[in-house]
């Protein structure tokens, strides 16, 4: 039985869809919403089908929740993997786009890791993450107006906005605060996440908002179970930078990395390095050998990291006089 490529181009509102049967190559179009979904992959149920779509974050989430009972092999590329992929293309539109996810996973499906459904307390934790990060988004613009309403005093007006923006501020401040403690309720009721949740605060550096990074990035450790993989992933491994004998720069991370976990991941650092614990004593000591503190702080990223994994697969808290080498 000979493989039906869809590769689906996702939008707000539509789904662009690129179905390859037998080399033959057709288009179609449809809404993003569950019933449409489902009228289309029914028709597929006895064949044997690859799907494959790019991550386009809360987009995605229709598609997710319509597959999650079928049994299709299902692929989420990542849009910078497929776009370093395709090399030099001129033009772009969601039809393209749609064949173009359809030809990438016909060519690379058994180096792809395939999707499958998060539990569903890890599925809220993701949601309410994306909507805090979006939260603050929003303070920090409304933060930075502040600055500007100084010009509004010659009108008189400078006083009255900076009221409502201070009123509106503390309006977020609050929505922020339930998302957490919704986060928080939601870790409480799971006891498997419960104990993960404890297990990687113990180790330094690791505050509430990173841990919950972690839960969701690795799907509670399982999605990604090993350190070196995550460490890759959040942008904290240095790379060799040589070709023959004229090109030889020193190791450097790079920059195709997880934004978000690796700025949390700089703030957990941060904060391990100011407090006295084994992680402090490793910074002092290699920025007094003379290293970068860049560098340094760096191979800390790195170590918290390996730490969180080794609690997990341990089972035992971290244990602070654990000896660096």
């Known amino acids: 039985m000979k493989n039906i490529i869809i590769g689906i181009d996702i939008s707000k509102k539509t789904l ?70 395709i090399g030099i293309t001129r033009g772009k539109n969601d039809k393209i786009d749609a064949l ?69 501020i503390k309006s977020i401040d609050a929505q922020i605060k339930g998302i957490e403690d919704n986060i928080e309720q939601i870790i409480s009721d799971d006891q498997k996440l419960k104990q993960q949740y404890q297990l990687i605060k113990s180790v330094p550096g690791v505050g509430k908002v990173l841990a919950w990074v972690f839960l969701s990035k690795t799907d509670g450790f399982t999605s990604i179970t090993n350190p070196r ?4 992933y959040s942008g904290v491994v240095p ?26 991941l700089h703030l957990g650092a941060m904060s391990a390095i100011r407090h006295s614990n084994d992680l402090q004593t490793y910074y002092q000591r290699k920025v007094e050998e003379g290293k970068n503190k860049m560098s340094v702080l760096n191979a800390v990223r790195n170590k918290i990291i390996h730490r969180v994994f080794a609690v997990i697969k341990n089972q035992r808290p971290y244990q602070k006089d654990l000896v660096l080498s």
Not at 38 to 60: C, D, H, P, Q, S
Not at 229 to 232: D, G, R, V, Y
Not at 242 to 256: A, C, D, E, N
């Open 100 to 168: 173009r996810i359809c030809n990438f996973i016909e060519k690379n499906h058994e180096e792809t890791p395939q999707w499958s459904p998060s539990p569903q307390a890890i599925k809220q934790i993701k949601v309410l993450l994306t909507e805090r990060a979006l939260t603050i988004k929003m303070k920090k613009q409304l933060t930075g107006y502040q600055h500007d309403y100084k010009l509004m005093k010659s009108i008189k007006l400078d006083k009255h906005l900076l009221k409502l923006n201070e009123q509106l």
């Open 239 to 264: 790379f060799d930078f040589q070709s023959g004998t004229s090109i030889k720069k020193r190791p450097g991370v790079s920059m195709l990395a997880d934004k978000t976990i690796k700025s949390t």
């Open 16 to 85: 662009d869809i690129c179905i390859k049967e037998n080399q033959l190559v057709k288009h179609l179009n449809i809404e993003n919403k569950v019933p449409a979904i489902k009228r289309f992959l029914k028709a597929y149920t006895k064949e044997n089908v690859l799907i494959a779509m790019e991550n386009t974050g809360r987009y995605n989430w229709t598609l997710f929740e319509v597959l999650e009972p079928f049994k299709f092999r299902v692929y989420v590329i990542s849009p910078l993997h497929l776009k370093k992929s």
């Open 229 to 232: 993989k995550m460490a890759c």
